[in-house]
T-cell receptor, first 114, second 113 residues
Framework: AQSVTQLGSHVSVSEGALVLLRCNYS??????LFWYVQYPNQGLQLLLK??????LVKGINGFEAEFKKSETSFHLTKPSAHMSDAAEYFC????????????FGQGTILTVHP | GAVVSQHPSWVICKSGTSVKIECRSL??????MFWYRQFPKQSLMLMAT?????????EQGVEKDKFLINHASLTLSTLTVTSAHPEDSSFYIC?????????FGPGTRLTVT
């Protein structure tokens, strides 16, 4: 069964510093993988997605993620954090042909300090 | 991009009453929609898959008689929480898929007193 694990429930960085949010997946088939951002009391906004076209995926707001099959990882990065990046981030995966049924990681709250 | 709306955005109801939450795809047709539940400070858990014109498919552990799902048209799915109890208080989020994308609604905050 598909599972998604996010390492670190809270990550704190300074403004301008590198953002690294970790996500590992387990699956016996190449998955679809997604990163979403959620602001308080709001729905989810898609940052980027991996669908096997390219291992390095660029998303919105300067975020990118690299799919590494050997490490079963899909970590999210941003070179320089901005205050507006403070939010909760979810990694999600879908296996097989049903990309709609997502399994979410536990979420990582990103705090950005001035 | 495609837009999914939910109504209401928040609702407070008394224990024992039923609450209906609507999920609409505003500018596209969705044969399949999904309902997720998010408890405070927790992740989203898939509750059920809503299929237009047929019965919903519920995930293990979700009471289908308590969470009634109706997908009566290609743009509307409803989730009715029947005989709500305080433990049903949660953030309910729906999503709709096209051939290539999944779009999430803004969520509905349900508080049962």
């Amino acid at each position: 069964a598909q599972s998604v694990t996010q390492l670190g429930s809270h990550v704190s960085v300074s403004e301008g510093a590198l953002v690294l949010l970790r996500c590992n997946y387990s699956s016996s088939v190449p998955p679809y993988l997604f990163w979403y951002v959620q602001y308080p009391n709001q729905g989810l906004q898609l940052l980027l997605k991996y669908t096997s076209a390219a291992t390095l995926v660029k998303g919105i707001n300067g975020f990118e993620a690299e799919f590494k099959k050997s490490e079963t990882s899909f970590h999210l990065t941003k070179p320089s954090a901005h205050m507006s990046d403070a939010a909760e981030y979810f990694c999600a995966g879908a296996g097989g042909t049903s990309y709609g049924k997502l399994t979410f990681g536990q979420g990582t709250i990103l705090t950005v300090h001035p | 991009g495609a837009v999914v709306s939910q109504h209401p955005s928040w609702v407070i109801c008394k224990s024992g009453t039923s609450v209906k939450i609507e999920c609409r795809s505003l500018d596209f047709q969705a044969t399949t929609m999904f309902w997720y539940r998010q408890f405070p400070k927790q992740s989203l858990m898939l509750m059920a898959t809503s299929n237009e014109g047929s019965k919903a498919t519920y995930e293990q552990g979700v009471e289908k008689d308590k969470f009634l799902i109706n997908h009566a048209s290609l743009t509307l799915s409803t989730l009715t929480v029947t005989s709500a109890h305080p433990e049903d208080s949660s953030f309910y989020i729906c999503s709709a898929i096209t051939a290539y994308e999944q779009y999430f609604g803004p969520g509905t905050r349900l508080t049962v007193t």
